[in-house]
């Protein structure tokens, strides 16, 4: 279980609502932060996204319709831990984890993706880029 979230852009000061959106990444539980990149588009690192959150007339929104402020969307990327002092509910030990999830110890006691098919790079912090469809 994780919240996505989306940069809507030309969008209504008052509701909200625009025409143009586009998922900025998802985030869940015990995972760094999966990053929504788009490198066709220029956009290939978070600091490729930090200005296109700072573009007028652009809001931060979660799937439920919740507006962030810059400030929190970027809290919510790089100030990320896990307490990894128990085992895994599920797995044998965090390894089983790793190796059954496709993933690899991160920073911070967080999993990370490991580098293949959808996710082509680590952030220098508790981010990923990840490429494709989140659904």
């Not at 959150?53 to 507006?67: A, C, F, P, Q, V």
């Not at 044998?92 to 490991?114: A, C, E, T, V, Y």
Request: hydrophobic share 25%.
């Amino acid at each position: 279980m994780g919240t996505n979230y989306y940069l809507r852009t030309n969008a209504c000061p008052h509701c909200g609502r625009s025409d143009e959106e586009r998922h900025i990444g998802k985030s869940s539980a015990g995972w760094c932060f999966s990053l929504h990149v788009y490198p066709d588009e220029g956009i290939r690192t978070l600091n490729d996204w930090e200005a296109q959150m700072k573009t007028l007339n652009s809001g931060i929104y979660d799937e439920y319709g919740e507006k962030l402020d810059y400030k929190d969307m970027l809290t919510i990327i790089c100030d990320r831990q896990w307490d990894r002092k128990t085992r895994p509910a599920g797995y044998d030990s965090w390894d089983d984890f790793n190796r059954r999830n496709h993933s690899i110890n991160g920073p911070n006691g967080l999993s990370r993706h490991q580098i293949e098919d959808r996710c082509i790079g680590h952030g220098e912090g508790t981010w990923d880029y990840l490429i494709g469809d989140f659904s």
